[in-house]
């Protein structure tokens, strides 16, 4: 689910309309351009997202002045039923980085480690002042679009093949390799997630469901939730 | 105080906010080294520089999806859509993500699009509308149409620093036509709050923007023709809206005329006449008239689009049509 979001921890509540954050994205970095502070705008999105008219705007704005933002593709190469192959010409959408004037970069998504080295030298790169990237990063959509669909149209050969390439297990594989995991603490990471993961479910479904008079509250926001340090 | 135009009023407000503030930046095209389409930011680059006042692409979309996230981060951001009519452009970072992160999650958004709106120019269907019917259907944001002087700074700068979404509908025909005294220096003026343009106790005519020109000019004739004493109630903001002043002028007068420049079906109007019949129909002496444009794009023709706009006229001939109810 991608409607998650905490302003507290820097993340802005997406819509279901996803390349709309794209610009809100670029606003970000904008206002730290303006500000003049070492900070990077990240903007997600995925394959399905990037034929949108907001995802082109955002990166031309973007490159234009030259915003400290990373827009991350997440091409899990089905935009709901369709595939990449109905969704754009080009052979990977990281070149069209090249028509807005910044670097584009095709990432293997399924590679923990490669995603964190990309991401890193692309954030880097714009808090340095070198301008965005787009980073696209090729996975696979495992499941459906939603629970409602159990994802027919993928070809069985290709589900197997990114079975294959599961970025846990990859990763998980790696560490135990070359960096000491060992089972014990492979078990108590699995244990200690499992726990986190069911705790928030059980607060979710303990919490009281909202009473209908609270219906109206909250359309405007008042002046006073200005008046905090992040907007002072 | 000083007699400004409408134009002068709204640049006096952009920059005096900009001197107070500096999270207040603006963005839009051609508002930098050309000033504006309209002049409205002459000398502000110079003034500001290249950081505050930004000349963006041809792209509506990133300019108002910008301001969201640069308010996000603290910042006061002021858009110009070069004309109103293109904020279509721009429907969907509006109503979809400014409009609805406060409900959703909490978080203000206190972003200003400045939309040159309205005919009278043979602009044609394209610059020349006044969209506010759209957005006065969307929960969320605010809607301001001034159409003072003193309004356009004062309605200006408590955009600037309301803690929401608010399009500042600035009426193109009074930019240089209108002039009227301005407060210096410091001047709010409270969203919500109607002004009473004209007193009157034979009816009263509902309106804002430009056609308070209008309704005023065909008060005045209705006065020196047969003494009809007409109110004029500006609304000064679609979104919020004076409700208590509506009923309270037509508790009053018993009549009353709803009129703007939008077109007719489901424009403001009809939420104003709506109310007026939910809730004074025990006050009234006359149905609710309501005068708009017709129901057609903004015609090019000079004749067609003055047949289109509410005329001083066709105002008459409401007030005559009122008065012998």
């Not at chain 1, 996803?18 to 502070?37: H, N, Q, S, Y």
């Not at chain 2, 309205?118 to 159409?147: D, I, M, R, T």
Request: glycine share 8%; net charge negative.
């Amino acid at each position: 689910n991608v409607h998650m979001a905490d302003f507290r921890l820097g993340l802005i509540a997406m819509v279901s309309h996803l390349p709309a954050l794209m610009p809100v994205a670029v606003g970000c970095a904008l206002a730290f351009k303006i500000r003049k502070e070492p900070r990077v705008a990240v903007a997600w999105s995925g394959d399905g997202a990037m034929a949108r008219g907001d995802a082109h705007e955002a990166m031309n704005l973007a490159g234009v002045h030259r915003l400290p933002v990373v827009f991350i593709c997440d091409n899990n190469q089905y935009a709901y039923s369709t595939p990449n192959r109905l969704e754009f010409g080009v052979d990977h959408l990281a070149d069209r980085a090249n028509a807005y004037g910044f670097e584009g970069v095709v990432v293997d998504g399924t590679d923990v480690l490669t995603v964190y080295r990309e991401a890193h030298k692309a954030i880097e790169k714009a808090r340095g002042g070198g301008g965005p990237t787009l980073l696209e990063l090729v996975t696979l959509r495992m499941e459906g679009h939603a629970v409602h669909d159990d994802a027919f149209y993928v070809p069985r050969e290709l589900l197997e093949a990114y079975t294959k390439k599961d970025p846990i297990e990859r990763y998980r594989r790696w560490l135990k390799e070359q960096a000491f995991l060992d089972e014990e603490s492979d078990d108590a990471v699995t244990v200690e997630v499992k726990k986190l993961l069911n705790d928030a479910m059980k607060r979710a479904e303990d919490s009281p469901l909202p009473d209908p008079s609270e219906l109206e509250a909250g359309v405007y926001a008042e002046p006073e939730e200005l008046d905090t340090p992040h907007h002072r | 105080m000083a007699t400004k135009t409408y134009l002068q009023a709204i640049s006096d407000g952009l920059r005096e906010e900009m001197r107070r503030d500096s999270r207040v930046f603006l963005i839009g095209e051609d508002i930098g080294v050309y000033g504006g389409a309209f002049k409205v930011t002459q000398g502000f680059l110079q003034e500001f520089g290249e950081d505050r006042v930004i000349d963006s692409p041809l792209s509506e979309t990133a300019i108002v999806g910008s301001c969201t996230g640069a308010a996000l981060m603290g910042m006061r951001p002021v858009c110009e859509m070069q004309f109103s009519d293109f904020v279509s452009c721009a429907f969907d970072q509006l109503v979809t993500v400014a409009a609805k992160q406060h409900y959703r999650v909490g978080t203000p958004v206190p972003i200003v699009v400045r939309l040159p709106s309205g005919g009278g120019f043979s602009g044609g269907p394209f610059h020349s509308q006044n969209p506010e019917g759209y957005f006065a259907h969307c929960p969320g944001l605010k809607l301001v149409c001034p159409a003072t002087p003193a309004d356009a700074k004062g309605l200006l700068i408590q955009a600037i620093r309301d803690p929401n979404p608010v399009l500042y509908f600035e009426h193109k025909h009074l930019y240089r036509r209108i002039k009227g005294e301005v407060p210096d220096g410091e001047h709010t003026v409270e969203f919500g709050k109607a002004r009473v343009h004209r007193e009157g106790t034979d009816l009263s005519i509902i309106t804002y923007g430009a056609m308070v020109y209008t309704a005023e000019e065909a008060a005045t004739a209705a006065a020196e023709k047969d003494g009809t004493s007409v109110e004029i109630v500006d609304l000064r903001t679609v979104t919020p809206w004076d409700k208590q002043a509506v009923l309270d002028s037509v508790a009053k007068t018993s009549k009353v005329l709803v009129l703007h420049e939008d077109t007719h079906t489901s424009g403001f109007g009809a939420e104003i006449a709506a109310t007026i019949a939910e809730e004074a129909f025990e006050n009234l002496d006359a149905p609710v008239a309501r005068l708009t444009a017709p129901d057609t794009p903004v015609p090019f023709s000079p004749p067609l689009e003055k047949a289109f706009l509410p005329q001083v006229e066709d105002v008459a001939a409401a007030i005559d049509r009122l008065s012998a109810y």
